[in-house]
């Protein structure tokens, strides 16, 4: 799915919109010209630092955007680039072409979030800014990917193989392409290799990614509405559990709780450090209560509120009464000393809402749903009455009135009720 805000639709540059986050077209002299299109990109950053730059930090690194969500850092061998700029970069064949998309000392703190070491990492050069004819190459690859992602799909068919092409990717120069797929054993394609190779003409780089990787590579539209985050502005995923929904006290569905990708969903990892803090005082198992009127137990926590509902009915929900955190302690430390508690004390401890102004009865009325549906048929049912009521009488009422005599319409024709 194509986002909305492209205003000039075609295959070339709705492509390179859409997954390198660029616009590709033409300007009146027919020169080939780009911009950054930053609706569309995926893991877009905003520069927070406007272009400030810290002399302790050196200035020739830039991040790199390619398709999708790979990105990668270089040096710019004293280039002076903004972020936008088309260019062209080293590769471990040949050469590729991405976007700037990062540029400053940014750049730094995104790669001690990516965890890596900005000392020790593995730069690659900047050759140049992109010349027209290498953004013309560019295309005529990005153009290319989709055949030959439905091309090895029907291989992998044929070939019996338990994987999946998720998504493919060809270098800039044409000399080399990258197949994303997702499996869930060891897959041996060897022959696949073979084939692709001699149908494609291309050096074939097979890499397997796991279902997050494959949602975020791909996009979609979350169950909230929102565009997935991992396609959105997740660079990373952190590993999410079940207990992170059952410390929000959520329902462990698992339907309700897994993403598009089929795991858990990301988002229950947002606000668990909230819940967490917020009941480090709670009791750690929800034990029931001993009473002198009996066992209350427990049916649900409001853990902001920190309230607690008990009743004396294990299967019911009904007649739950509320019961503060510190009073549900207090209750727990005299059943350990063998002690009964002998009221919930929730009038004490439970702060009750402020009194509610008086309600004020409001000066007008409304009038919906007093009228009847068939209000105008009686009526005109009365008007057909009192005009049968006050018809005159006819001069001779035994001579009956012939059909073809004239009734008032000037023809002679019988009238709708002689017909």
């Known amino acids: 799915m194509l986002p909305l805000c492209l205003k000039k639709r075609h295959p070339m540059t709705d492509t390179l ?52 969500t790979r990105k990668a850092y ?19 064949s040949g050469h590729d072409i991405g976007m700037v998309s990062l540029t400053g000392d940014l750049v730094y703190l995104q790669m001690q979030r990516n965890h890596l070491d900005p000392a020790t990492y593995d730069y690659k050069k900047v050759y140049r800014k992109a010349k027209p004819a290498d953004v013309e190459k ?21 070939l019996h193989l338990n994987m999946k092409i998720g998504d493919v990717e060809i270098y800039g120069d044409k000399t080399k392409a990258i197949f994303y ?32 990787q494959e949602a975020g590579r791909i996009g979609g539209i979350a169950i909230c509405g929102r565009e997935l985050c991992c396609s ?15 410390d929000q006290d959520l329902s462990t569905n698992l339907q309700r709780l ?20 917020a009941r480090k005082d709670f009791p750690q198992h929800y034990a029931s209560l001993e009473m002198q009127d ?20 294990k299967e019911s929900m009904e007649n739950l009464v509320p019961i503060s955190v510190d009073r549900v302690i207090e209750i727990l430390t005299l059943n350990k000393e063998g002690k009964k508690a002998t009221d919930f004390g929730s009038k004490a401890n439970i702060a ?30 009365n008007h057909r009455k009192k005009s049968r009521h006050h018809r005159p009488e006819r001069a001779d009422n035994s001579a009956p009135r012939p059909v073809g005599a004239n009734n008032g319409n000037g023809n002679g024709a019988p009238s709708q009720r002689n017909r």
């Open 258 to 277: 897994a993403g598009q990708c089929g795991k858990l969903k990301c988002c229950l990892n947002y606000e668990l450090s909230t819940y967490t803090d």
């Open 232 to 246: 959105l502005y997740l660079p990373h995923f952190a590993s999410v559990s079940t207990n992170a929904a059952r």
């Open 138 to 158: 560019w295309n005529e690859a990005v153009e290319r990917e989709q055949s030959l992602m439905v091309q090895t799909r029907r291989m992998v068919e044929d």
């Open 181 to 212: 797929y997702v499996a869930d054993d060891r897959v041996d394609f060897r022959e696949l290799i073979k084939i692709m190779a001699e149908e494609f003409k291309l050096r074939i780089e097979m890499r397997q990614i796991g279902a997050r």
């Open 74 to 92: 270089f040096k710019t061998n004293d280039i002076v680039l903004k972020k936008g700029d088309v260019v062209a970069v080293e590769s471990t």
């Open 294 to 313: 009996g066992t209350a137990y427990h049916h649900k926590t409001d853990i902001f509120k920190r309230l607690m509902w008990y009743n004396f009915d």
């Open 352 to 381: 009750m809402p402020a009194a509610k102004a008086t309600h004020k009865e409001p000066d007008y009325r409304s009038a919906v749903g007093e009228d009847s549906i068939t209000r105008f048929d009686r009526q005109k049912n």
């Open 17 to 68: 919109r859409y997954t390198r986050g660029c616009c590709i077209d033409k300007n009146t002299a027919g020169e080939t010209v780009w911009s950054e299109c930053v609706s569309c990109q995926k893991l877009a950053m905003t520069d927070c630092f406007c272009g400030k730059h810290n002399a302790a930090l050196p200035s020739d690194v830039v991040e790199i955007r390619f398709k999708n």
